[in-house]
């Protein structure tokens, strides 16, 4: 059974940086994209980073871009997301997510999902 973990997140100020780590089991995931994902309250959820499995390539959304840093370590199947230079409008839930269709920023591309981590960034 695939599990997806997510940690990291918590309350920090605008300016400060974290580093969300989402463990991956169940499976290899040498084929796979995993992404990043976030949900604000009262808005859709949205892509922010994805990254391949195999050849380590990303993509990110823009609002993210120079900002955020995905990252993956084979030997610990754990991705993660830096983020540094936290603004007030990073502040969602951010979840995890896994899928086989290539790095892709639709939610339907994605076969499983963590449970989120919530990150807070006050003014």
């Known amino acids: 059974q695939v599990q997806l973990v997510e940690s990291g997140g918590g309350l920090v100020q605008a300016g400060d940086s974290l580093r969300l780590s989402c463990a991956a089991s169940g499976r290899t995931f040498s084929t796979w994209t995993m992404a990043w994902f976030r949900q604000a309250p009262g808005k859709e959820r949205e892509f922010v980073a994805a990254?391949?499995?195999?050849?380590?390539?990303?993509y990110y959304a823009d609002f993210v871009k120079g900002r955020f840093t995905i990252s993956k370590d084979n030997a610990k199947n754990t991705v993660y997301l830096r983020m540094n230079s936290l603004k007030p409008e990073d502040t969602a839930v951010y979840y995890c997510a896994a899928g086989r269709r290539g790095i892709l920023t639709t939610r339907g591309a994605y076969d499983y999902w963590g449970q989120g981590t919530q990150v807070t960034v006050s003014s």
């Open positions: 990254i391949g499995w195999a050849y380590g390539n990303t």
